[in-house]
């Protein structure tokens, strides 16, 4: 464990420079440098005052290796995801992913989107309406699992929801082999841009056609990523647009 390695992972998560850090603890630079490198150790009111504007547990900050999470998180991103159609269906069961992941692949088989293309992205989110005496009682959960659609795409094919999505700014993660340990790394990665959110002064503000969140799993160089969008109010956009049509 280091502190100062966590103090300067957490500052360059802000991307803030020593200097500005040094100003909101009204200290020097010299004496954040030393905090990163080492040599000194921060004062208790210091390391609390940190852990505020870090958004960081006093704990965490003080005994926790921070930046081992680098190696199973991308760097959050803001991103502007361009308008989309969606076909949509929602599963209330003991295992909803892979019920209505299953069901929509069929769907997009039968209706022959997977025809005119092949790589239709799928996107799923939580379906939060579910009583807590079925999630108690019976272990129900629920999901959406949904389809983005092609300019142009037509089909009779019946047993889905139609539904548009506006533009909209998103900050987002990579959550690298998420499901070796599904239940730990999926939860923290929510977490990780929850409190890069709030750190950085950003809201999630509702808006009529726009997913407060969604999830997109895919492979890449033989390992499978999920790509966790969170949505945020409009923003300076640092990314170039991503268009899932």
């Known amino acids: 464990m280091s502190l100062g390695k966590n103090i300067q992972y957490l500052r360059k998560q802000k991307r803030i420079t020593q200097e500005q850090l040094s100003e909101k603890m009204a200290v020097s630079r010299q004496t954040v440098s030393k905090w990163e490198s080492d040599e000194i150790i921060p004062e208790l009111n210091k390391l609390i005052a940190l852990s505020d504007m870090f958004c960081c547990k006093l704990d965490a900050l003080v005994r926790e290796n921070l930046a081992d999470c680098d190696e199973v998180y991308s760097e959050i991103t803001i991103r502007t995801v361009k308008g989309f159609r969606m076909a949509r269906y929602v599963m209330v069961t003991p295992n909803p992913e892979d019920d209505v992941n299953g069901y929509m692949d069929a769907w997009a088989g039968k209706s022959g989107l997977l025809t005119m293309k092949p790589d239709a992205k799928r996107i799923g989110w939580d379906f939060p309406y579910v009583s807590l005496e079925l999630q108690n009682r019976f272990a129900l959960r629920g999901y959406v699992s949904a389809y983005i659609l092609p300019d142009g795409f037509e089909t009779d ?30 939860p923290n990665g929510y977490k990780k841009i929850m409190q890069y959110l709030e750190a950085n002064g950003f809201r999630e503000k509702p808006r009529e056609n726009v997913l407060t969140c969604f999830e997109y799993v895919y492979e890449k160089d033989g390992m499978t990523c999920m790509d966790v969008y969170i949505h945020v109010d409009s923003v300076s956009r640092t990314d170039a647009f991503t268009n899932f049509s």
Not at 172 to 185: G, N
């Open 157 to 186: 094919c019946p047993g889905v929801e139609y539904a548009d999505q506006t533009e909209a700014d998103y900050a987002v993660i990579t959550i690298y082999d998420p499901f070796s340990a599904a239940f730990e790394r999926i």
